[in-house]
Structure formats: structure tokens, C-alpha cells
């Protein structure tokens, strides 16, 4: 069983930066896919990024440029650097985790683990 635990959550004005972390306990990302996932208000849980266990990362074409996904050398905490961020990226941002599949799923019914949250608002 892994449980994840994001933070690094908050208020920023637009155009600042902001670093989620998402660390797992009980296991490492050493095997897993791991993405980050978020959900404005009124939308569906929507993927953002994501790095598969071998290295490998996907961005979503609103966040390329902006947003960094990676990992510390242990494999224990995975980390999402945010820039330039815009009003629109307000939302709760959910780690998760997938053991199922090597590579980068968008979809949410593939990932196993999910973490509980960390809110990012960007004021304009």
C-alpha cells in the first residue's frame, strides 16, 4: 500500500512560481507512473504532467514551458515546479500513482493511489 502526501500549496499573484511535493510512504516511485492531476471548480479532475518510472514525462500543452516534474534521487518524493503561473491554474492539485502501466496514462481510472490535495490559487 503507498500513501502520498502532497503539499506546497498556496496563494500567488500571477507570474509567480510555486513547488508542489508529493511524497509516498511505505513504498518509492522506483516502479510506479506518477502524475500530477487537478480539478478547477465545476470541471472534471483534468492530468496535467506526468513521469513514468523510467524516466520519462508528458505535459499538457497549457502547462509546457511552465511546469517541471521531477523527482529526488531516492525516488521517494516527487516534485512539480510551477512558473509563470496564470489564474487558470487555480485548482486543487491530486498526486497519484500508477502500478499498473509503464507508460503515462491520462486518463484518472488508471492510476491506483491518489494523494488528498494541495490547493494553488493565483490571484490576477
Known amino acids: 500500500q503507498v500513501q502520498l502526501v502532497e503539499s506546497g500549496g498556496g496563494l500567488v499573484q500571477a507570474g509567480g512560481s510555486l513547488r508542489l511535493s508529493c511524497a509516498a510512504s511505505?513504498?518509492?516511485?522506483?516502479?510506479?507512473?506518477t502524475a500530477w492531476f487537478r480539478q478547477a471548480p465545476g470541471k472534471e479532475r483534468e492530468f496535467v504532467v506526468g513521469?513514468?518510472?523510467?524516466?520519462?514525462?508528458y505535459y499538457v500543452d497549457s502547462v509546457k514551458g511552465r511546469f517541471t516534474i521531477s523527482q529526488d534521487n531516492a525516488k521517494t518524493t516527487v516534485y512539480l515546479q510551477m512558473n509563470n503561473l496564470k489564474p487558470e491554474d487555480t485548482a486543487p492539485y491530486y498526486c497519484?500513482?500508477?502500478?499498473?502501466?509503464?507508460?503515462?496514462?491520462?486518463?484518472?481510472?488508471?492510476?491506483?493511489?491518489w494523494g488528498q490535495g494541495t490547493q494553488v490559487t493565483v490571484s490576477s
Open positions: 497519484a500513482a500508477s502500478v499498473r502501466v509503464s507508460n503515462i496514462p491520462l486518463r484518472r481510472g488508471l492510476y491506483d493511489y
Open positions: 511505505g513504498r518509492t516511485f522506483s516502479r510506479y507512473t
Open positions: 513521469v513514468s518510472w523510467s524516466g520519462g514525462t
